[in-house]
């Protein structure tokens, strides 16, 4: 099993450039999570997706950021336009079954820089 | 909204001795409980994890604990080897939900 697959590995952009992240999860598992780790505010759940279905997006920060989970195989985290303060380490994680209990599998990250 | 706490921040301790994080969780509906290792530049990998309905998990040299009436729980790892050394988070979830909140992560470090 690959695991949870995230590109780019490394991003650098200018402020008020678009960022779009990408994510592909564990073949068969139903839930995807989308979290944001920085030093101030630790690791943060963003948005969370069950079969494909954006479920609960009350993290998202602001509308600037928008995600999506076209199909069961691919979901992208965008932000436009990026500020600094969005430099972060953003972890896509994967899940079997929705639901308290079910263990979550993360992504090696992407890291983002804003300038 | 769930709260987690976590401490130390930082650890510092000798190779063999034992090392114990604890954690504090505000909700009391809160009923899963997964400890999580993260090595720089990877993701958390999830190492152990309890419910509410156990007191206390081995998994060889790491063991897991849980007062549910304290609202704290516990990583204990023995032996430590210098492979140990990474950032641990604890997180907590409630019985409705999905979501996993983490406590800020303790960075320990193992020493030869």
């Known amino acids: 099993d690959a695991g949870v697959i995230q590109s780019p590995r490394h991003e650098v952009t200018e402020m008020g450039q678009e960022v779009t992240l990408r994510c592909k999860p564990i073949?068969?598992?139903?839930?995807l999570f989308w979290y944001r780790q920085t030093m101030m505010r630790g690791l943060e759940l963003l948005i969370y997706f069950n079969n494909n279905v954006p479920i609960d997006d009350s993290g998202m920060p602001e509308d600037r950021f928008s995600a999506k989970m076209p199909n069961a195989s691919f979901s992208t985290l965008k932000i436009q336009p990026s500020e600094p303060r969005d430099s972060a380490v953003y972890f896509c994680?994967?899940?079997?079954?929705?639901?308290?209990?079910?263990?979550?599998?993360f992504g090696p990250g992407t890291r983002l820089l804003v300038l | 909204g769930e709260n987690v706490e976590q401490h130390p921040s930082t650890l510092s301790v000798q190779e063999g001795d034992s090392a114990v994080i604890k954690c504090t969780y505000s909700?009391?509906?809160?009923?899963?409980f997964p400890w999580y290792k993260q090595e720089l530049g990877k993701g958390p990998q999830l190492i152990i994890d309890?419910?509410?309905?156990?007191g206390e998990k081995k998994d060889q040299r790491i063991a897991v604990t849980l007062n549910k009436t304290a609202k704290h729980f516990s990583l204990h790892i023995t032996e430590t080897q210098p492979e140990d050394s990474a950032v641990y988070f604890c997180?907590?979830?409630?019985?409705?939900?999905?979501?996993?909140?983490f406590g800020k992560g303790t960075s320990l470090l193992v020493t030869p």
């Open positions: 994680a994967s899940s079997p079954l929705a639901g308290v209990g079910e263990t979550q599998y």
């Open positions: 309890i419910r509410s309905n156990v």
């Open positions: 997180a907590a979830s409630v019985d409705s939900g999905y979501a996993l909140n």
């Open positions: 909700d009391s509906a809160s009923n899963y």
């Open positions: 073949s068969g598992h139903n839930s």
